[in-house]
């Protein structure tokens, strides 16, 4: 099955109130085990790539390892850039057969931010792509996307952009935020927030970034084996599932495949100090990020059997 648009997706989401994942991948075994997740769940699925993604796989390999990902599965899969951060990185992924991008103009002034998304719309839009974009900005560390602080969305603001840019969904700032240390003391997401806004963009779907869990079983397990991550806190799973009944049709996750992996090899390694066979401790990383997506489409986003 080709690669197809997150429009139906997100029709379907918004009406049956869950949400779809969007799982960033890196390498082969993270797309193998998500795709094996999502066709054991007969779930839909967003396959999304940073530029640290592209940068370090390279575009062609990635989309030849998305050509041999959709040979066997009649899954909706769409394939999404991460945080693009100006319109030519939008265009080059465009051009290469990606159905969904994300133009990031969230560290911009509103109005520049206009101008570049609107410019990226334009040109995805004549070749039946579809854009997110941002408005507000995540406190935390993703790759390149830095911020100290959380500004959240402004929903008389939301309205303005959308209505200016055409975008044909939008990231939102509620409380999630990038990376592994998310919160210190009590997490929230400003709910009222988020029900404003839909109330001002009806049937429109909205995005969650930073939406990561960080899992303490992986956490535990990546310290207990040589890691050093203390004092990581995510995103509890309630709230997020709060979130996917609502407007929030798209739910970003990437800490947490990287912490299902990190502890799996560690603990891997340990425990078999004589294997040096890759496909060994790659395997059993793969097998985690299965179980990690599967976890997330049923307890999470709800999406199982909704393919």
């Known amino acids: 099955m080709p690669l197809v648009s997150p429009k139906e997706m997100f029709e379907g989401a918004y009406a049956g109130g869950y949400a779809i994942g ?4 890196n390498n082969m075994e993270i797309i193998q085990g998500i795709m094996e997740a999502g066709s054991e769940e007969n779930a839909p699925l967003i ?4 530029a640290g993604a592209k940068k370090y796989a390279g575009l062609g390999y990635i989309m030849k390892l998305m050509e041999a990902a959709l040979l066997d599965t009649d899954l909706p899969v769409v394939l999404h850039l991460d945080h693009g951060a100006n319109f030519e990185i939008c265009k080059e992924v465009i051009d290469g057969g990606f159905t969904s991008v994300m133009i990031d103009g969230s560290h911009l002034p509103f109005e520049e931010n206009i101008a570049e998304t609107k410019k990226v719309v334009e040109y995805a839009h004549e070749r039946g792509v579809w854009v997110e974009a941002e408005l507000g900005r995540l406190a935390g560390v993703e790759e390149d996307v830095v911020s100290e602080k959380t500004i959240y969305t402004d929903p008389d603001e939301a309205v303005e952009f959308v209505e200016r840019t055409g975008c044909d969904s939008l990231a939102i700032a509620i409380g999630t935020s990038h990376g592994a240390y998310k919160f210190t003391g009590e ?3 400003d709910f009222d ?4 806004i839909a109330s001002l963009l009806p049937n429109y779907p909205i995005v969650l970034h930073g939406a990561s869990s960080v899992v303490p079983e992986f956490v535990a397990m990546a310290n207990e084996f040589g890691g050093d991550i203390a004092g990581a806190k995510g995103v509890p ?3 997020l599932r709060k979130a996917a009944s609502k407007a929030v049709c798209k739910i970003n996750i990437d800490t947490d495949i990287r912490l299902a992996m990190t502890g799996v090899i560690r603990k891997f390694m340990a425990e078999n100090p004589t294997v040096f066979d890759p496909r060994g401790y790659l395997g059993a990383s793969r097998e985690a990020v299965k179980e990690m997506v599967r976890h997330k489409i049923i307890n999470v986003l709800g999406c199982s059997n909704k393919a």
Do not use: C, P, Y
């Open 187 to 189: 997490a929230k997401l």
């Open 193 to 196: 927030r988020l029900d404003k």
């Open 237 to 239: 799973e309630d709230l």
């Open 22 to 25: 969007a799982f960033n991948v």
């Open 47 to 50: 396959l999304q790539v940073s």
